[in-house]
């Protein structure tokens, strides 16, 4: 009886919850801090692939400018390019096809003449936030060239592309990436 005395003096409670609701509080407690750790988790690796993209796009734009300054020319306005980079990031946002990688890739062959035109097209894409299809796969930050190598990955047997620079046409077992390739090969661009 002292002790009860004692406990109730002292703020305590007489009450004791029930082993499965003690149980309950630790499961949802550590839930809780797991959730909070990915989150964090999660942004740091965000930042970091951001920051890392933009680096690229950096290194880029420093090589556009130095083409220009030795006199090479861009063969399109400005805004060809941002309609193409605009077009590209909607073609390969989410699930893409190979329809849409396909697209993607006349989209290129349409701004591209020489590696000034590439280079711009890089800068002017910049850095953009790519769904990664599906429900809860969140998304990815990537420049151009990222998206490009990551998202032109269907195989299609047939292919032609009817360009005015750039006539092709085959059957293939390669990933769509190889015709970009071969393409930005003939401009003086690696992909």
């Not at 300054?69 to 390019?81: A, E």
């Amino acid at each position: 009886m002292y002790a009860k005395m004692v406990q109730s003096s002292m703020g305590g409670s007489n009450t004791r919850l029930p082993k499965w609701a003690n149980g309950l509080i630790v499961v949802g407690s550590l839930a809780i801090v797991g959730l909070v750790g990915y989150y964090l988790y999660k942004k740091l690796n965000e930042n970091k692939e951001k920051k890392d993209s933009q680096n690229g796009v950096n290194a880029n734009d420093n090589e556009l400018k130095d083409a220009i300054k030795n006199g090479t020319t861009l063969s399109f306005p400005q805004s060809n390019y941002v309609y193409s980079a605009n077009a590209i990031f909607n073609l390969l946002d989410g699930c893409e096809l190979a329809s849409s990688e396909r697209n993607a890739i006349l989209e290129v062959i349409k701004v591209t003449r020489n590696k000034a035109d590439w280079m711009n097209l890089v800068k002017v894409f910049g850095t953009k936030k790519v769904d990664n299809c599906g429900y809860l796969t969140g998304d990815t930050t990537y420049n151009l060239p990222e998206l490009l190598k990551e998202q032109l990955d269907s195989i299609t047997g047939y292919y032609y592309i009817n360009e005015p620079n750039y006539k092709k046409s085959g059957v293939t077992a390669e990933p769509l990436i190889q015709i970009l390739r071969d393409y930005l090969r003939t401009i003086g661009v690696t992909l």
